[in-house]
T-cell receptor, first 110, second 114 residues
Framework: GQQLNQSPQSMFIQEGEDVSMNCTSS?????WLWYKQDPGEGPVLLIA?????ELTSNGRLTAQFGITRKDSFLNISASIPSDVGIYFCAATGGSYIPTFGRGTSLIVHP | SQTIHQWPATLVQPVGSPLSLECTVE??????LYWYRQAAGRGLQLLFYSVGIGQISSEVPQNLSASRPQDRQFILSSKKLLLSDSGFYLC?????????????FGPGTRLLVL
């Protein structure tokens, strides 16, 4: 079945550093989504990408829909302590059921 | 704008007791609705999804069931809870954008079965 390989699994960085995480798959998708989940809360949609090659920013966050439609990355610039959380990628490809990555746990040291 | 609600936020139940978790969506019509379970803060496991009233699809065999009595209401139930049913339950909704589904999650329910 479809799978998303999300990496890295975890990151420990200093405040102010830039962060990069990505998701890859052997399958083609129509939509790539990036979520952030704080402890004890539901995932919140950060960025949605609907077109291959699309590059979208949301504040300090930037994400791209890979041109092959098989991958996506999320960058966070100048990290701050409130960036701490688990980041999930997800992708959909013509069905009602998204495929999710296993998440990247981000810890930011002040 | 659309909002999604789940309740209760936290629940502690004894083994063998029944369960009913409720999810409602406001500000949209005919949404696709989903129930997920998340263990240990990682890995979203899809339990059920629904594309319309009374239409439920189950992704994994288990001790749980789901119902959709109204267009924007999705209920997760169990007749007898097991210890292994403990976890964080998330409801989500999406709009059918023509093969470009975008999901939005509720705040979640923390269930502890003792």
């Amino acid at each position: 079945g479809q799978q998303l390989n999300q990496s890295p699994q975890s990151m420990f960085i200093q405040e102010g550093e830039d962060v990069s995480m990505n998701c890859t798959s052997s399958s083609i998708f129509n939509t790539w989504l990036w979520y952030k989940q704080d402890p004890g809360e539901g995932p919140v949609l950060l960025i949605a990408l609907y077109k291959a090659g699309e590059l979208t920013s949301n504040g300090r966050l930037t994400a791209q829909f890979g041109i092959t439609r098989k991958d996506s990355f999320l960058n966070i610039s100048a990290s701050i302590p409130s960036d701490v959380g688990i980041y999930f990628c997800a992708a959909t490809g013509g069905s009602y059921i998204p495929t999710f990555g296993r998440g990247t746990s981000l810890i930011v040291h002040p | 704008s659309q909002t999604i609600h789940q309740w209760p936020a936290t629940l502690v139940q004894p083994v063998g007791s029944p369960l009913s978790l409720e999810c409602t969506v406001e500000g949209t019509s005919n949404p696709n609705l989903y129930w997920y379970r998340q263990a240990a803060g990682r890995g979203l496991q899809l339990l059920f999804y629904s594309v319309g009233i009374g239409q439920i699809s189950s992704e994994v065999p288990q001790n749980l069931s789901a119902s959709r009595p109204q267009d924007r209401q999705f209920i997760l139930s169990s007749k007898k809870l097991l210890l292994s049913d403990s976890g964080f339950y998330l409801c989500a909704w999406s709009e059918d954008r023509g093969h470009q589904e975008t999901q939005y999650f509720g705040p979640g329910t923390r269930l502890l079965v003792l």
